[in-house]
């Protein structure tokens, strides 16, 4: 059973910037996507951005897209999410998962997420 823990989440005024963390234990790192999804109050939870295995490809929502970057390091087992210009709309509690299945295709939806994190709240001020 994986083990996922969120930080970097806070205050933010917006047009402002934020860095999430997430740190993984408990399986090869390495071998899996991982995503990054939110919920807003009153919402469901949405996806906002995955990353392949590699690092090598990465997909986002079209909400987040230019403003958002999801990145990993592997030899630390992390995974980060750069949120740059901020907007009140993106105050959401935000979740870190792994995928299901060791692929090196990335996988876009709740379902195919295994594992999360107990979430991390950011709260953009205007």
């Known amino acids: 059973q994986v083990q996922l823990v969120e930080s970097g989440g806070g205050l933010v005024q917006a047009g402002g910037s934020l860095r999430l963390s997430c740190a993984a234990s408990?399986?090869?790192?390495?071998?899996?996507?991982m995503g990054w999804f939110r919920r807003a109050p009153g919402k469901e939870r949405d996806f906002v951005a995955a990353i392949s295995r590699s690092g090598g490809s990465t997909y986002y929502a079209d909400s987040v897209k230019g403003r958002f970057t999801i990145s990993r390091d592997n030899a630390k087992n992390t995974v980060y999410l750069h949120m740059n210009s901020v907007k009140p709309e993106d105050t959401a509690v935000y979740y870190c998962?792994?995928?299901?299945?060791?692929?090196?295709?990335?996988?876009?939806?709740?379902?195919?997420?295994?594992?999360w994190g107990q979430g991390t709240q950011v709260t953009v001020s205007s």
């Open positions: 408990g399986r090869t790192f390495s071998s899996y996507a």
């Open positions: 998962a792994v995928a299901r299945y060791s692929s090196s295709y990335v996988p876009l939806g709740v379902a195919d997420f295994g594992s």
